[in-house]
């Protein structure tokens, strides 16, 4: 299973940029697909971006062109780095297993996109 730290959350003004992290400390993460969730303030948590093993990717039509998602197999980590970002985007952001482990969550790092 996986054992996932996100991290790299901030306010920041529309138009503008972060980078999240996700390390991962479990024992599967080169065999698993991955994927980038979000979860707005009184919504359902959605799957923003997919990662395969071998880097093939798939994103949710909100934020295609915007977001890149990536992946290092040796070090077990992910990155989504958001450009162009919009308030729609504020959420606390979460990667998992894609599909997702369902006791696998982290606690998510938090994003707000205002000015």
């Known amino acids: 299973q996986v054992q996932v730290v996100e991290s790299g959350g901030d306010l920041v003004q529309p138009g503008g940029s972060l980078r999240l992290s996700c390390a991962d400390s479990?024992?599967?993460?080169?065999?698993?697909?991955m994927g980038w969730y979000r979860q707005p303030e009184g919504k359902e948590r959605e799957l923003v971006a997919q990662?395969?093993?071998?880097?093939?990717?798939n994103y949710a039509d909100a934020v295609k062109g915007r977001f890149t998602v990536s992946r290092d197999n040796a070090k077990k980590m992910v990155w989504l780095q958001m450009d162009n970002l919009k308030p729609e985007d504020t959420a606390v952001y979460y990667c998992?297993?894609?599909?997702?482990?369902?006791?696998?969550w982290g606690q998510g790092t938090q994003v707000t996109v205002s000015s």
């Open positions: 998992n297993a894609d599909p997702p482990c369902r006791k696998c």
């Open positions: 479990g024992t599967i993460f080169s065999i698993l697909g």
């Open positions: 990662i395969t093993v071998t880097g093939n990717t």
